[in-house]
């Protein structure tokens, strides 16, 4: 980097102008390639790119941080990718193919609101098949007692799982994947890939079920003539036989639209959603026209099969059917009549006897009934009220069914019933499965899926109630229609039956595209994944992006369940499946709720962990008393695929959940933790405290720094306050044990939840250097120093030993923070009330934003404001950048005040100047004082070595408390400092040897001292102007810490410029990172 200073001077100037005019013209040099680290999850700095892609030239006024802008993003740039974001695919291929559909595409898509994104399209999936054909058999059977029972557990089960789908899907972007991609994040890859296979499989008996729903509609009601085994009334083999050849062939026809093109079943899904809405509307018309109609041939109280046809009676007349009179007239052969000869022939020897030429019926004989009373008769709903469960070919419980009865055709029971009726109150991932296609997925999910559920529930339970009140109970117990001759919930359609007929079959066949087009996707993203290798092939796409072999799949297992062929057979299937994914997903809740992770911030507050759980265990039991064998395959299919995928090793690491929970057990989560780095998500802050002693008593002498630590922490994660003696360990001992004690006392009396540590060390630098490279074990290992700021630095040249804690820090890739003023900070018992400030200057991995965040789950930093602040070039678009910037925190999950502040490019100010001048002189004088000392020091040397090879001997601080005579009669030359990095070793040991022919040349011969010295303390006085003005009240204020010089001889100019930095603020917190993400805006 070449810098130039000059002088500006004009013949038209005043007298007044005629002052030096200084101005700083800054060239930066290309930055340095870096290796970018490849992660199947995303977090900021991914987002943000290479960072010698964000650096611009032109930061002259921000030189204090020109190293770090060299390599870290620019945070006006930065803000302004992370605000166009988009979900990222975790597949490179998959990257790669959408990035040229992106290309080509120049349409910016809309995106849609709660109502069309969330609300109707979940509206659609709940409502389906079960509403329609299996409702009011439910309710014949169960009774309005046990029917309301049911859909409230039911309804209760998804409301539960909703609301921890609220919460997990608000905590961040998630982007399209639905449940799978939920729970595998959440709960790592194992789960995710167990439970990812039984929610695709879910799925795929989905539009098996919608497929033998469209079928049963078509044949029993719609087109009975199309039967090519006979006639399906009465005959459930000769239905089901039609069923499994129909329902091939639209499931062929469906796979084939879907084939051609995914825009034809968004088209038809409107046209699905509008038929829904209106047969629902026409339903109630129906029941609330409160019309008597619908008489049926009954006997004993028991439709009789083919009674709309053979048995015939007569229009109601004032509320009441009327019997036709006995007679042998031929008339009577078609109604409803007790001479009916088909009667006579059913019921022969059984029902009635002939006696001196006269008919006599034994028992009561057919008659008609009202099937439909209306909602006018009270007395319906009160017979309806109890249960009616029948065994198979039962009439009435424990009474088989006789001659032409209809008795039930499958068995019932409270149990059964739920498994069937629980497919109808699926469908509220619809929600989730769309986020990337909303305008604001964190607000509209919750909201829309919420209402969506409220809605269903309340048309259901209105259903039964009314159901239960208008229609009789032989009528409602009908399963197929085969005595009224018709579905029973078209019968109650105003002003025509065609309304649910033609509504309810475009419904279903809609339902079913929706199910084909979504499962195929979900088996695609599973296979790209990578967890289960043999389903690798299915993440193939077609030229048009199409899962072409996951759609050939996902037809197959389809096919399985068709060739079922019953709806009531298919639905506990389905059912077990969906119940598997929604207990976990409400799992994943209640983890991530005990665990308390930073990052686990959703927006949706109305969760607690008690409610997951108690959502978990409501699906277990109705999975299990529903049906426990299907209940234990779906369990084996999870445990023998988590199995499978914890043998292989999982590849994957998402930040999940269980990732979280092994950091607080054992040897075992040790082990664990040591297979693989620490995901963005799970980052905490894991403290390393050093801590300063008195050399009397060994207590600390800066304890509002132990205060902080325990105020930062709140009790969670891991703390490691430590400190150091000087001297050798045999000798020290005593002093060692007696130190720790005391520093446990301390802790315990701030509740500190930590370990304490005290090493001896001959030399307090090297002590602490060791001390940050070996504390920890395994998986537990600090992330993050923290120490307070030296105030007396000028007096005790204690600056040598923070400086060079620092560049150890840095080499170790630890955080680090630096408190100054720490004695001015709050005690556990104070309450803050007021700002805390961050000036966000250099992006260095997110910390400056977590600290906040953490600090205010604290009681004593809880009442106060977060703001932002970061600092503008001239060449930035203010107005975009701050427009990006709420944006960017709104994601983030953190309520801020943002601010944007410009940092014009002006001249140096007098001020700056003199300073820089006091700071050079003072540190020309020490610089004499030392060189005195070193020719002593030379002269020895060369006396006893005739080489060209020059001996130093490392300068570190033996205790705080030395007078400045010894030190500096301690101090001796040091080598120039090479930049810290991984691969190079760091020179800190007590004796070492450099050749002068590999020492780095002087930065003098690049630029003058003092104009490097003049354009960094132009950084710190100006930006020290900005934070003083606008933060001069805050309870606390956050910045980025610069890095240490690189040259040994600036060390004291990088102090007079970070004290210039934070002149005039009572509490700061100087912050660097520690060069990995710990804050990301994904779920």
Not at 141 to 150: E, K, T
Not at 560 to 588: E, K, Q, R, T
Not at 734 to 743: D, N, P, R, S
Not at 998 to 1023: A, C, D, G, Y
């Amino acid at each position: 980097m070449s810098l130039k200073v000059y002088i500006n001077d004009s013949e038209d100037d005043s007298e007044e102008e005629d002052d030096i005019k200084r101005k700083l013209v800054v060239n930066p040099s290309p930055s340095p390639d870096e290796e970018s680290n490849t992660r199947q999850y995303v977090a900021i700095a991914d987002i943000a790119g290479e960072p010698g892609d964000l650096v611009n030239e032109g930061e002259g006024n921000l030189a204090l941080y020109e190293d770090e802008l060299r390599q870290k993003p620019r945070i006006s740039q930065l803000l302004t990718k992370l605000a166009i974001y988009e979900p990222v695919p975790t597949n490179p291929n998959e990257a790669a193919t959408i990035a040229g559909v992106r290309k080509s595409n120049t349409k910016k898509k809309v995106k849609m609101g709660t109502v069309m994104g969330v609300y109707l399209p979940t509206l659609q999936n709940i409502l389906g098949v079960i509403l329609f054909l299996r409702m009011t058999w439910i309710v014949g059977n169960a009774g309005v007692i046990q029917s309301l029972i049911i859909i409230l557990l039911c309804c209760c089960c998804t409301m539960l799982t909703a609301i921890s789908m609220s919460a997990i899907a608000t905590n961040g972007v998630v982007p399209a994947g639905g449940a799978y991609f939920m729970i595998s994040r959440n709960l790592g890859p194992e789960f995710g890939g167990a439970v990812g296979v039984l929610f695709y499989l879910g799925t795929s008996f989905a539009v098996s079920l919608y497929v033998l729903g469209a079928i049963e509609l078509l044949l029993k009601y719609i087109a009975p003539a199309m039967s090519l085994f006979g006639d399906v009334t009465g005959n459930p083999v000769v239905l089901y036989n039609n069923m499994r050849v129909y329902g091939t062939i639209l499931l062929l026809l469906l796979t084939i639209i879907v084939f051609v093109g995914v825009r034809y079943v968004n088209y038809f899904a409107t046209c699905a959603l509008v038929c829904v809405l209106v047969a629902v509307v026409s339903i109630y018309a129906g029941i609330l026209s409160s019309q008597t109609h619908l008489c049926v041939c009954t006997m004993d109280g028991v439709a009789l099969k083919g009674a709309s046809e053979n048995f015939k009676c007569p229009k109601i007349s004032n509320g009441k059917c009327l019997t036709p009179l006995a007679s042998f007239d031929q008339s009577v052969n078609s109604t409803c009549s007790p001479d009916n000869y088909a009667l006579l022939e059913a019921f022969q020897n059984t029902r009635f006897v002939y006696e001196n030429d006269t008919l006599e019926w034994k028992s009561s004989q057919p008659e008609c009934s009202i099937g439909i009373p209306g909602l006018s008769r009270t007395s319906t709903i009160v017979d309806n009220a109890g249960s009616h469960y029948l065994e198979e070919g039962e009439v009435h419980p424990g009474q088989k069914g006789e001659g032409l009865q209809l008795s039930a055709q499958v068995t019932s029971s409270f149990f059964i019933l739920i498994s069937i009726f629980f497919p109808s109150v699926t469908g509220i991932m619809a929600g989730s499965n769309r986020s990337g296609d909303l305008k604001d997925a964190q607000k509209s999910i919750p909201i829309g899926t919420i209402a969506a559920i409220l809605s269903t529930s309340l048309i259901y339970l209105t259903c039964v109630l009314f159901f239960g009140g208008s229609v009789a109970g032989f009528a409602l117990r009908d399963q197929f229609g085969d005595a009224i001759g018709g579905l029973m919930v078209a019968e109650l359609a105003w002003p025509t039956k065609w309304l649910i007929l033609i509504g309810a079959l475009l419904s279903t066949v809609g339902a079913g595209l929706q199910s084909l087009t979504g499962a195929p996707r979900l088996l695609q993203a599973i296979a790209r994944d990578n967890l289960i290798p043999f389903l690798k092939v299915f993440g193939y796409s077609s030229a048009q992006g199409e899962p072409t072999f996951a759609l050939i799949m996902t037809a197959f297992v389809s096919e399985l369940g068709v060739l079922i062929a019953s709806v009531d057979a298919v639905a506990p299937i389905l059912s077990m499946f969906f119940l598997m994914c929604y207990m976990f997903v409400n799992v994943a809740c209640a983890l991530q709720s005990l665990l308390q992770a930073p990052n686990w911030r959703p927006r949706f507050k109305y969760y607690h962990w008690t409610l997951s759980t108690a959502g978990a265990a409501l699906c277990v039991a109705i999975m299990f008393i529903s049906s426990w064998y299907f209940s234990l395959v779906a369990l084996v299919i999870a445990v023998v695929i988590y199995q499978y995928i914890a043998y292989r090793g999982a590849e994957k690491e998402w930040g999940d959940g269980m990732r979280g929970l092994s950091l607080q057990a054992a040897r075992y989560s040790l082990l664990q933790l040591e297979e693989g780095p620490l995901h963005t998500k799970n980052w905490r802050p894991q403290l390393l405290v050093l801590c300063k002693l008195h050399p009397t008593d060994l207590k600390p002498s800066q304890p509002k720094l132990l205060c902080f630590a325990s105020q930062l922490k709140a009790g969670k994660g891991l703390t490691m306050v430590t400190s150091i003696v000087e001297g050798n360990y045999v000798s020290k001992v005593a002093e060692v044990k007696a130190a720790k004690e005391t520093l446990k006392r301390v802790c315990d009396e701030y509740k500190i939840q930590g370990f304490c540590k005290v090493l001896a060390a001959p030399d307090i630098t090297i002590g602490l250097a060791q001390n940050i490279q070996g504390s920890g074990l395994g998986g537990l290992v600090p992330n993050t120093v923290l120490l307070a700021w030296p105030d007396a630095w000028r007096k005790k040249r204690s600056w040598q030993t923070f400086i060079e804690t620092v560049r150890v820090v840095m080499a170790t890739e630890k955080a680090l923070i630096v408190t100054k003023g720490i004695n001015w900070f709050p005690s556990n018992n104070e309450k803050c009330r007021g700002n805390i400030d961050i000036w966000w200057v250099v992006h260095d991995g997110g910390l400056l934003m977590l600290l906040p965040f953490l600090l205010r789950q604290h009681k004593v930093w809880r009442q106060c404001h977060l703001r932002i602040f970061t600092v503008a070039q001239m060449e930035d678009n203010s107005i975009q950048m701050k427009k990006d910037l709420k944006v960017f925190v709104y994601q983030l999950r953190i309520d801020a005040e943002v601010h944007v502040i410009e940092m014009p490019d002006c001249d140096i100010s007098g001020y700056t100047f003199e300073r820089t001048i006091l700071m050079e002189e003072r540190n020309k004088i020490l610089t004499d004082l030392r060189m005195g000392t070193n020719k002593k020091h030379h002269s020895n040397t060369d006396s006893c070595h005739g080489s060209t090879t020059t001996q130093f001997q490392s300068t570190h601080q033996t205790t705080p408390t030395q007078s400045d005579s010894e030190d500096e009669d301690e101090t001796t030359a040091r080598a120039p400092l090479l930049e810290p990095t991984a691969a190079k070793p760091h020179l800190s040991a007590a004796n070492y040897n450099i050749e002068v022919e590999q020492l780095p040349s002087s930065p003098t011969s690049q630029r003058s001292i003092h104009e490097e010295n003049v354009r960094r303390m132009n950084t710190s006085v100006k930006l020290n102007d900005l934070i003083v003005n606008r933060s001069h009240d805050a309870r606390l204020v956050l910045l980025n810490l610069p890095g240490p010089p690189r040259y040994l001889e600036y060390e004291e100019n990088y102090m007079e410029f970070l004290d210039v930095l934070t002149e005039g603020l009572e509490r700061v917190l100087m912050v660097r990172g520690g060069g990995h993400e710990v804050i990301t805006i994904y779920s």
